[in-house]
């Protein structure tokens, strides 16, 4: 099948048009009429996996390989030293970010894989209400996560409306209506701003709050009838 047929299906299950203007999701390494022979998913692209792909695999990616624009492509660092093995091994890579985000992640994190239910939803944040103690979240958080330890800032004895956007959503800060945001890469200011604001902030994790983009994908292809491998990178962290 070509790299065409295949993203003009991605296409339809979540536009491309929908990404952030700041966002690079779509076709990012080889050519709409190539032919390829196979499809691997993965939320990231790692050293591992390309040179461990054989010939003509098309990988779908969640997070864009080439995000800023490249001014020289120097093969001795990231991301040009996978570009050049993708190159020699006619590898392919579309990515899906931001409008899988607002199509699919969110939601299907919030609640296929937290639990709850999804009372509204803007672009990125999920929102639902109820009522939490903080022990009865945080550990149903670990729980679902696969988290050893929370992050958290303004700490609320009870919660009684909760809001999620997976990956690194801080920036989203203004428009959170809820007691409690669930996101990752919560930065110090940015946690300084929600204390001010009286803010409970949870950080669950990047890695950890979008690895499920494999499984989302993975039952949308199977349901085009396309045979796809899930070829997960790795996190980058370790806790010690």
């Known amino acids: 099948m070509k790299i065409e047929d295949i993203y003009n299906?991605?296409?339809?299950?979540?536009?491309?048009?929908?990404q952030e203007r700041w966002d690079?999701?779509?076709?990012?390494?080889?050519?709409?009429?190539?032919?390829?022979?196979?499809?691997?998913?993965?939320?990231?692209?790692?050293?591992?996996?390309?040179?461990?792909?054989?010939?003509?695999?098309?990988?779908?990616?969640?997070?864009?390989?080439?995000?800023?624009?490249?001014?020289?492509?120097?093969?001795s660092i990231y991301p040009s030293n996978l570009l050049e093995i993708m190159v020699k091994n006619r590898l392919s890579l579309i990515a899906m970010h931001t409008n899988f985000d607002k199509t699919h992640l969110n939601k299907f994190v919030f609640?296929?894989?937290?639990?709850?239910?999804?009372?509204?939803?803007?672009?990125?944040?999920?929102?639902?209400?109820?009522?939490?103690?903080?022990?009865e979240l945080l550990n149903h958080l670990k729980s679902k996560l696969g988290l050893e330890t929370l992050r958290l800032v303004s700490p609320k004895n009870i919660i009684n409306s909760i809001a999620l956007t997976t990956g690194s959503g801080a920036s989203l800060?203004?428009?959170v209506d809820a007691d409690c945001f669930l996101t990752g890469d919560i930065k110090y200011h940015d946690a300084m701003k929600a204390m001010s604001q009286n803010l409970m902030m949870v950080d669950i994790?990047?890695?950890?709050?979008?690895?499920?983009?494999?499984d989302v994908l993975m039952s949308e292809l199977e349901n085009l009838s396309h045979l796809a491998i899930i070829s997960q990178s790795k996190n980058p962290f370790e806790i010690v």
């Not at 591992?48 to 054989?54: L, Q, S, Y």
């Not at 999804?118 to 939490?132: A, V």
Request: charged letters at 35%; glycine letters at 6%; hydrophobic letters at 35%.
């Open 9 to 18: 299906q991605l296409d339809t299950i979540s536009p491309f048009e929908l």
């Open 24 to 75: 690079n999701s779509g076709l990012l390494v080889g050519d709409m009429e190539r032919e390829v022979k196979h499809i691997a998913l993965s939320l990231d692209i790692d050293k591992d996996m390309v040179e461990k792909a054989k010939e003509d695999t098309l990988f779908i990616v969640h997070h864009p390989l080439i995000f800023s624009g490249l001014k020289q492509l120097d093969f």
């Open 111 to 135: 609640e296929k894989v937290l639990g709850f239910k999804c009372d509204s939803q803007n672009d990125f944040i999920c929102k639902t209400k109820g009522r939490w103690t903080k022990d």
């Open 173 to 175: 800060i203004d428009e």
């Open 205 to 214: 994790g990047h890695y950890e709050s979008e690895k499920f983009f494999v």
